[in-house]
């Protein structure tokens, strides 16, 4: 079984670039034969898929989507938000649930939480 998410986005080529900070690749796009431009798509990092949809299918802002990505390095994607100018909302924090995390936000109101395991070295 997979699961993949679909976000509400408001400019897909802004999402392909927002979501290549992160290190995701544009996966591919899709322009309905009555549209000028693509307004489906997906990015794509390893064996995972998140697809990201022009004014439809969800809510943004407020009512925004949040996911869950666990990583190796927490802070070495906060180190790359830094850099990239990403919307970073939580700094890398150890979680009293052994989790270390941070969160960021995507242009249209979207959270990522960003997760490793918390290691010592952190405490």
């Known amino acids: 079984m997979e699961v993949t998410p679909i976000l509400n986005v408001s400019d897909l080529q802004a999402s392909f670039e927002w979501f290549a900070k992160l290190g995701w690749e544009k996966g591919w796009d899709w322009c309905p034969p009555d549209a000028d431009s693509p307004t489906f798509g997906a990015v794509t990092a390893d064996d995972h898929e998140i697809f990201l949809c022009v004014d439809g ?65 952190h405490q």
Not at 79 to 105: F, L, Q, Y
């Open 57 to 121: 299918q969800g809510g943004r802002g407020e009512h925004g989507v949040w996911l869950s990505m666990w990583l190796d390095d927490v802070d070495a994607v906060y180190a790359t938000c830094a850099r990239e100018g990403v919307d970073v909302i939580s700094a890398p924090e150890n979680k009293p649930w052994n989790v270390r995390e941070m969160h960021v936000r995507h242009p249209d109101g979207h959270v990522l939480r960003v997760s490793s395991e918390a290691t010592h070295e």
